[in-house]
């Protein structure tokens, strides 16, 4: 009769043990100290064809949630710019082009030479609201290598704090 009283204080002592961890747990989630969103780091991740010199993702209150990208190109050689676009949530968001050396858009057909930079710029409304969080946005450029070849698309996977 005595073997089923030891078999309970042992399950007995381990879903204590169990129920300690849980609310350890549950205490970190609450404070914030599990949060995924923390733990994420900031960067900027291109394909070959591209190179990410800096970023910024704003949503500031009351304004227009943007997020601005300054790449360069590393095809080697100039490259004809037809558009871009910026994807968040599932959602894509038009964008344009603007060569940072001289503050001219590139327009569609644009020469990129391989020395210039560009910034890019989404207006984005589903950062709105998004201040203080690590967010992750593509940024696509699609161009051709030469007047009227083959149509080419290097993406910008931005991950980064959205700042107020």
């Given at each position: ?11 007995t002592?381990?879903?204590?043990a ?54 360069g ?35 569609q ?50 991950t ?5």
């Open positions: 009769m005595r073997r089923g009283q030891a078999a309970l204080e042992f399950l002592t381990y879903g204590w169990i129920m300690v961890v849980l609310v350890m747990i549950g205490a970190l989630a609450y404070f914030g100290v599990l949060n995924p969103r923390i733990l994420i780091p900031s960067r900027c991740f291109t394909s070959p064809d591209l190179s990410c010199v800096d970023y910024q993702l704003a949503a500031p209150a009351g304004g227009t949630a943007t997020v601005s990208v300054i790449l190109q590393g095809a080697g050689r100039t490259v004809y710019y037809d558009s871009v676009a910026c994807e968040h949530r599932g959602q894509s968001f038009p964008g344009s082009a603007t060569l940072r050396s001289s503050g001219q858009p590139l327009v057909g644009g020469a990129w030479s391989p020395r210039e930079q560009v910034i890019i710029t989404c207006a984005v409304p589903t950062l709105e609201g998004t201040a203080g969080l690590k967010e992750r946005v593509g940024v696509s450029v699609v161009y051709q290598r030469s007047v009227g070849g083959f149509i080419h698309e290097a993406i910008a996977d931005v980064g704090e959205v700042v107020g």
